[in-house]
């Protein structure tokens, strides 16, 4: 057997000297309890009072299981299938990124601002359905419509919708194609938000491995000579699909923030406003349409 025996304290004592050295400490504890916890459907006030007990065989196996995946530089999330965002339980699995903290900070600008006089709000790259799902547990009655160009994507942030009770439109739409989509169904929001994708490929080879191997390209990377690509994509749809004095919010890479600050500019948008994350880099844009513009 690969523990001394079956006991909670013998299965921690593994888990953290198998994955080790690549987690300090702390994260080889949060993540052994959140394991636990989930197998067991505890809560981590149960698993005090239990942390003398004993586990199963196939518990043994599972949380073994675990280990060998985190060696395999496997994101955590996707082997839990699950992680945390904006105060919700949001399925996770390699078909989507896994939301990171910026993308909640950049949610967190779009509800603070006016919430109450929000109706509707489109959300553009979904994923997993994180940003809509969280505008929508907090406006319960905005209209929240979220589009993704992968099928199995929405597939999951419908799931996610569902587990979640939270009513949302999910549409499949590739907005860098020719087709209309949105554009051509009459459809008006007051905020469009969109975390796209805006990795240039040649940052790949600086990128953790665990990113590369296993989340989606389609959801990270845009080719080296046109890094703004879906930025500019996006304004453009925005112009067309957001009501008078709509705001735009959009994750960025802090390397083009001042671009993408031109380019809204350039295009009519007003009220342009850069926003750093938690770590001090320029991350977050919001910008108005402009009233003459229809």
């Not at 057997?1 to 050295?21: D, E, G, H, L, Q």
């Not at 196939?58 to 082997?79: C, G, M, T, W």
Request: charge should be negative; hydrophobic fraction near 45%; glycine fraction near 4%.
């Amino acid at each position: 057997m690969f523990v001394t025996n079956n006991t909670i304290a013998a299965a921690r004592t593994y888990f953290y000297s198998y994955i080790a050295p690549a987690f300090s400490a702390s994260e080889s504890k949060a993540m052994f309890d959140a394991v636990v916890q989930k197998r067991l459907n505890w809560t981590k006030t149960e698993l005090m009072l239990q942390s003398n007990g004993r586990l199963s065989e196939s518990d043994l196996l599972y949380i073994r299981d675990v280990a060998h995946r985190l060696k395999e530089n496997e994101p955590f999330q996707y082997i839990v299938g699950e992680t945390f965002f904006y105060g919700l339980v949001i399925n996770c699995d390699s078909r989507v990124l896994i939301p990171r903290p910026e993308t909640e900070e950049l949610v967190a600008w779009l509800l603070e601002d006016n919430s109450t006089e929000i109706s509707s709000i489109l959300d553009i790259g979904t994923g997993s359905g994180c940003i809509a799902l969280a505008c929508k547990s907090v406006l319960t009655r905005c209209q929240v419509t979220a589009v993704d160009c992968s099928r199995d994507a929405l597939d999951l942030a419908q799931l996610n919708a569902e587990k979640l009770a939270l009513d949302i439109s999910f549409i499949e739409w590739d907005v860098l194609s020719n087709a209309e989509g949105l554009l051509d169904k009459g459809f008006k929001y007051d905020r469009i938000i969109s975390n796209p994708p805006y990795i240039p490929l040649r940052e790949s080879a600086s990128m953790e491995i665990n990113v590369l191997n296993f989340e989606p390209e389609l959801a990270l990377f845009v080719p080296n000579d046109n890094p703004l690509l879906f930025y500019k994509r996006i304004i453009e749809i925005s112009l067309l699909l957001l009501n008078k004095n709509g705001y735009l919010y959009l994750e960025i890479h802090e390397n083009f923030a001042l671009e993408i600050s031109s380019l809204l500019k350039e295009k009519g948008f007003i009220n342009i406003e850069l926003r750093k994350d938690l770590q001090g880099k320029e991350r977050m844009i919001k910008a108005k349409k402009a009233t003459f513009i229809v």
